[in-house]
């Protein structure tokens, strides 16, 4: 049976970090939404074109936009054994769409990890953050730097600041998240899947949490 885990957490709390050191770990395709929107937006694309907008209001885009481009990601071969999705789902309607969808595929949502910090920390690690232009690394300038400034340690491809980590902007995203993402929370507690995860500790520690979670 494939295995599907969903990263839960508020913007900037570490997701993407984790996804990344988790999926390799777990030999999981990372699918990131947040990541297939600016693929779409460099590539020029329709939906690029639709999902720029709202994103760079710090708005979600709208969820029948979203769950067509995840059921088209999560349906090529690479997630045939299953996904680490990061940034998906973000509304309950999305949720339920991604409990049909996994019925479809012979699978379920398996494991909620939801990771926390303080407001005060999300936006710390916001305004700090460079993302890598070619495969959506990320490093903080303070806490994560890379071994050359401007630079990605994987790829070494450019680094930049998004848009959307804009003070302003950076403070909707927040608004946004409390509003319509915070439900799930409730809704996979009540499915039992949910397991609470100190984010506030150093990546490294955060890692360690998650395996065990995730019983590796
Ligand atoms: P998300 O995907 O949840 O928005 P990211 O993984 O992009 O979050 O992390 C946001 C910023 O915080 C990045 O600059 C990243 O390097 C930094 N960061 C991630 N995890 C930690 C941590 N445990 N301690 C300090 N900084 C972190
Ligand atoms: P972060 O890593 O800081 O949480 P993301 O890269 O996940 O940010 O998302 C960036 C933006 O892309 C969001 O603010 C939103 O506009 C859009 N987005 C990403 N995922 C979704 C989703 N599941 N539903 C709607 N909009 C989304």
């Known amino acids: 049976m494939p295995t599907y885990i969903v990263l839960l957490g508020p913007p900037g709390v570490g997701k993407g970090t984790q996804a990344k050191i988790i999926a390799e770990r777990l030999s999981l395709p990372h699918v990131s939404s947040g990541d297939l929107f600016r693929e779409n937006i460099k590539n020029g694309t329709p939906l690029g074109q639709l999902a720029q907008s709202f994103i760079n209001k710090g708005e979600l885009v709208p969820d029948d936009v979203t769950i067509g481009m995840i059921r088209e990601r999560l349906s090529r071969p690479d997630c045939a054994g299953g996904a680490l999705l990061d940034g998906f789902p973000r509304t309950t309607f999305q949720a339920e769409a991604l409990d049909a969808l996994l019925a479809e595929f012979g699978g379920q949502v398996d494991y909620v990890p939801y990771i926390t910090a303080s407001e005060e920390t999300l936006v710390e690690r916001l305004s700090g953050r460079w993302t890598c232009r070619a495969q959506g690394h990320v490093f ?77």
């Open 140 to 216: 903080h300038e303070k806490h994560n730097p890379p071994r050359q400034p401007g630079v990605c340690d994987f790829d070494g491809s450019e680094l930049y600041q998004r848009d959307d980590d804009r003070a302003e902007t950076v403070v909707r995203r927040i608004q946004v998240y409390f509003q319509q993402t915070e439900p799930l929370i409730a809704y996979y507690r009540a499915r039992g899947r949910l397991h609470e995860i100190d984010g506030a500790q150093p990546i490294e520690k955060v890692t360690a949490d998650l395996l065990a979670v995730l019983g590796r």
